[in-house]
């Protein structure tokens, strides 16, 4: 098997004194699409945060493409490859449109290609060239997405982190992002996302972690996580 | 008062407001990026004023040298503050309060500074421009003209610079979401940097402006900062285009405020305003309820 | 917040309060007992706005309006309409109290630090300005002078207290009464039900207005007793010093001078700015010679304490302790 491209080994993370994840680790692999599941308040949500540097790790060790990024800021995860949607979209609401993608390109290392990367997620997205000049904060829930996903693959990332990518859309919605997921997958991008509906998720990832009370409690391919005991009795209720 | 002297006097509120308006807008933008309240903005615009007395006047720059490098000084000279003491406490816990004292703290010790170094008497720049402009009757010295266009002028300039540019994007983007900021590979803290430098540099723009018609001397920048308040308050705190119009709007009323009472009393009319605003309106009279 | 006082506690109360009664015995020192006065007219003045910045958590920057209301108030009236300044100290804590709601009422609404900072601060510029401006009646920058002192009185078993500038012994014991009046005051506020519910909309707004707690009102009633003390202290002051000016009372150098007092000593705790308010008051002369650094040093003094020790000087005895007792959790 080829070389983990991410790789997080026994990370701790505190809120102050409240302890949110304990010794976790996991992996993703280049081109993989990885699922990470729990409840609410199960820290799937902090697992993203810190590989992105937005939640401070107290102890433990992320790695990627063989780089321990543990203490990367936030800011220069762009560069090395790395990309994020952030949870309930987070768009430069007073921004247009095209001002919010484009800034997905504001790092200089993305900044030269952003002409053609441009052209690639319109073509993705064909909504964010009609709607161009609206201000991104009065669209609605399932274009802002689209926005959002649209802003962080302007970096051109080897790695896309999506915090929650289908919270508050309605189940048309959520499809129509379950398949824009895939593509970017087909593109060679790994993709780390979580949510809530295993059952949303299986169907779309290659690896599933699930965590609960901030300690992953299983994990392993979509088949043998929809077909553990866990899984079935707790999530699919059979 | 005949119609003349009427908008005479409302013509000078706006050249005045003009000059509120690049103090407010100072404080705006500092405020809406990092939602820190600077109480040493006032200083900024006093050492602004003694950058231009000392390289117009002391060395005998010409003004069009003397202003620009006195602006970039303050701009530096700003970044270098806020690098040595605001940037380390955002974030921490209580930096909205600490940040607020301590900024309380170096308009404290800024003045004090600049009274043991540069003394405390009054200093003045001579006139950019002699002569008066003259329609119908109105007349408005080159001078005042001067500062309305430079202000306009330089308000022009930092929309640009919002707009159109890399940096202003980047500044918008921060001041909206810090997080999503950081995750398309903004540096907040260079960000904070570079903002607090410009709103010092707007500061020094204004300083230098009003230098030949206010004194100049350690604390010519408290009543400023003052003025200032009152316009972010009209604006909306946080709002750069809501500070252009507080500030007209606030030379205006002040104007017409002093032909009604008289100029003793020019301060409070600002305040009573400010109040009246918070009461009605405490977002701003141009804002939306956030 | 709130355990109950510990025993230690008390006896360093009662200490603190039996050596503040035992200074005049000791000396007569005019020169010591009126930094004392001082210092303890600044202890009602920044214990006061300790109780709104700091337990209320409502961060203002314009007390010292309040401290001018009540100087200039009971200052006049009591030369204009020839009333005992026994009387007129608490028409002018009163006046100040009305002023606190006026202004308090639009700035509790605000969430907002940054607004309630610039509009209290603009309050008090206003007051300044037309205390300055209405010179027929205050005689703005020339100065308020004349102000009639403390009538004296007999008291069994001590003879016949007079006020007058000789001695300050009197000035001294009433001062004292006023402080230890204002900070008992304070303290079972914050101890009764308004207390705990201050601090838990405090820490959690949202929370305690999901409790049905009347927020508003009770900012409102803090806010109002924190202006009456303040009140209190300024009339006093004004009886005491007996010339007022407007920026002597009401400039924006003594506001800088009471946040550094409640920041030094510790914000929201009840002994941080009483310390703060006796360290400073004595810097205040330590530094006399050196007038021209001692706002200098007030600034610098702000800024450091925010930067480095930002619960102020009292926390940093338990600090120490710490950090040189082994610690056994790690």
Redesign the interface.
Known sequence: MSEPLLTVENLNVLYGDYQVLWDVSMQARAGEIVAVLGPNGSGKSTVLKAI???APAKSGRIMFEGRDITRV???????LGI??V?ERR??????TVR?NV???A??RS?GKEAKSRLEWVEDLFPILAERRDQIAGRMSGGEQQMVAIA??L??KPRLLLMDEPYLGLSPRIVKQIAGIIQRINQDGVAVIFNEQNVQLSFGLSNHGYLLEGGRVVLSGTGQEMIGSDVIRRVYLGV | MTFTIFLEQIINGLIIGSMYALIGSGIALVYGTMRVLNLAHGEFYMLGGYFVFFLAVTYGLPPFLAIPVAVVGTFFLGMLIQRMTIHYLLGKEGWMFSTIAATLGLSIVLQNAALLLFGEQFQSVPYYLDGMLEIAGIRIPYQRLLIFVVALGTIGVMTFVLKKTRLGWAIRATAQDRDAAAVVGIPAQRIYLITFGLAAALGAVAAAMLAPIYAINPWSGLPILLKGFVVVILGGLGSFPGAIAGGLLLGVVEAIGVQLTSSEWRDVIGFALMIAVIWWRPWGLFGKKA | MFQPVKPAQWLMVVAAVAAMIAVPLVTRDSYLLHVLILAMIFGIFASAWNLVAGFAGLKTFGHHAFFGIGAYVSALISIKAGLSPWLTIWIGALAATVAGVFIGLPILRIKSMAHVAIVTLGFAEIVRIVISNLQSVTRGELGLWGIRPFEGFDLPGFGTIVFSPADKVPYYYLALVLLLLSVAAIALLMRSRIGLSIIAMRDAEDAAESLGVNLTRKKLQVFAISAFLVGIAGAFYAHYISILTPNAAVGADLMILVIAMALVGGLSTFAGPLVGALILTGLVELLRDLDQFRLLVYGAMIILIVMFLPKGLMTLGPMLKRRFTPSSSS
Do not use: W
């Open positions: 992105m540097g937005l800021p936030t800011h220069e995860m762009v560069a990309s994020m952030l987070r768009l430069f609401s007073a921004m001002e484009l800034l997905g504001y790092h993305a802003r962080s302007m970096s």
